[in-house]
């Protein structure tokens, strides 16, 4: 019964269902672990942007405007050119330039700088008030942002990292192309390039639902958080 | 308690030098509930600030509870700051936390053990009349609650020093009265002392004991409230003084005045206190060829003391009105002389 309905979708797809599966995974992979390396860094990045901006906590216009370029430099490259650029990199840690693996160094530095930005923006957007109160009481650079800048921040990030990780979507899918595998890999060597229409269209539906879900779960999330301001 | 020295701080404001303090000096006593009135602008917020080291003097010395500023390193100074609570005008808290999660932030700030959080935050909230509100969020407060948690907050680490940076400028009348209440109450019954700044004459009137009056970066005027309010020397002082307590003729009144052919002077008194013992006034109809108008009275409460203010017209010859003038003055009463273009 099984397999009669597999063959019926290897026929109408033109690829065989745990391939498909596979793609899938590929796809949760790269995007799930550049997105939790890249969050870390992009929130790493975006705290150094914000402490050390002009009249930030630890005004530092050096380190600020070391940031500040490198976000704009990497945020300026489209993401191919990236992926190309940074492949001798790739080869040095990870040690190949193919595969789901391979792929996490130039989409962790694709996403990062672009997440640090989405979360700069949310830190920025707390009251200046609450952070002087906090310097008020004594706090420490160290629990002005563990206390009051991240919490009160968090739903706002939250919303950010949902942006970043669709935008990560879809680099995913073009390092998919240069050997990551995944949805993205799926839809252009299969689907494109063998003008299988039917799996072009399956990709394009399971990418759109996608993003509809982490949408909805970002949205979720932050009005849990922000439930009761 | 806090002794402001020749301070002064200028901003860099694109090409162009602001002085938001030009050599102010200041000395709050323990217990006083020190006030500093001025317009926006006038420096009193950076004034403030200096107290706990939010804002540097480019020169001059700030001194707090024996300790000079300038001389701790930072640590010393985030340690000094717990010791100093503070106010704001829009409050400031952590929104979407709970009353309680608010008010225990500066002591979990301090490392304090749980336990002793848990009872410090209790009796706070009994003290500003919110321990019904414990677990609620602060976004479900009216302003005049989430105020009371402010200063439930300041007060967690059982400070010497309170700041209140124009802690009821956004509240109404009401609310902004039972606050002051409060403060007092902080002030009497915790012994903290309190510094405070505002643009209400209102706040000064009700709850300070002493007054500093500033404008363009400098303190203009500064003394007992009872005397400032009392014989306030500059423009703005009076401006001030003018917003609380009525001193002008009422505009109906005016015309009286103008169309007064015979020879008359208008003269303002203020008695504070029972500084006067005599009945002035029945004393002065009692005089023979004077008549006496009375144009404008206010009374008004402060410091646990009395100001009143009468406005009469005396019409008479000059001779009569000099010694007129002469009773009023030997009666305590503060004399000023109000002159009319015709």
Known sequence: MTADWQERFKTFFGIKWPKLLESLGQTVYMLGLALLIGAVIGLLLALLLVLCRKGGLKQNRMVYAIVNVYVNIVRSMPFIITLVFVFPLTRLIVGKTYGSTAMLVPLVIFISPYMARLIENSLLEVSPGVIEAAQAMGATTRQIITRFLLPEALPSIVLAMTTGTVGLLGATAMAGYVGGGGVGDLALTYGYQRYNFPLLILTIVILVVFVQLLQLLGNRVSGKLRQHR | ?342
Request: charged fraction near 25%; aromatic fraction near 4%; include cysteine.
């Open chain 2, 1 to 342: 308690m806090i002794q402001i020295d020749h301070a002064v701080k200028t901003f860099a404001d694109g090409k162009q030098a602001v002085h938001t303090l030009r050599d102010v000096s200041l000395t709050v006593e323990k217990g006083d509930i020190y006030g500093i009135v001025g317009f926006s602008g006038a420096g009193k917020s950076t004034l403030l600030r200096l107290v706990n080291g939010l804002e540097k003097p480019d020169s001059g010395s700030v001194t707090v509870a024996g300790q000079d500023l300038s001389g701790l390193n930072h640590k010393e100074l985030l340690l000094l700051r717990r010791k100093i609570g503070m106010v704001f005008q829009q409050f400031n808290l952590l929104e979407g936390k709970t009353v309680r999660h608010n008010v225990s932030i500066p002591l979990l700030l301090a490392g304090t053990p749980k336990k002793e959080i848990e009872a410090r935050v209790k009796e706070v909230l009994r003290f500003v009349e919110l321990e019904e509100k414990e677990n609620a969020y602060v976004s479900q407060l009216s302003g005049g609650q989430k105020q009371r948690v402010g200063i439930a907050r300041a007060l967690a680490t059982s400070p010497d020093i309170l700041l209140c940076d124009e802690a009821t400028s956004a509240l109404d009348p009401q609310t902004t009265e039972s606050i002051l209440r409060l403060l007092q109450r902080v002030n009497r019954e915790m012994g903290v002392t309190i510094l405070l700044i505002t643009h209400q004459m209102q706040v000064i009137q009700m709850i300070c004991n002493k007054v500093a009056v500033m404008e363009y970066g400098r303190i203009v005027e500064e003394g007992a409230v009872l005397s400032v309010f009392g014989i306030p020397r500059e423009k703005v002082t009076r401006r001030f003084v003018r917003t609380v307590i009525n001193d002008r003729i009422p505009e109906k009144f005016i015309s009286v005045v103008r169309n007064e052919t015979r020879n008359q002077r208008v003269e303002l008194l203020k008695f504070i206190g029972d500084s006067v013992k005599e009945p002035l006034i029945a004393n002065l109809c009692r005089m023979e060829g004077l008549e006496v108008n009375i144009l404008g009275a206010t009374i008004q409460e402060m410091q646990g003391s009395v100001m009143s203010v009468f406005i009469l017209q005396l019409i008479g010859e000059d001779a009569l009105i000099d010694r007129a003038e002469i009773q009023i003055d030997g009666a305590g009463a503060l004399r000023e002389r109000m002159v009319f273009q015709a």
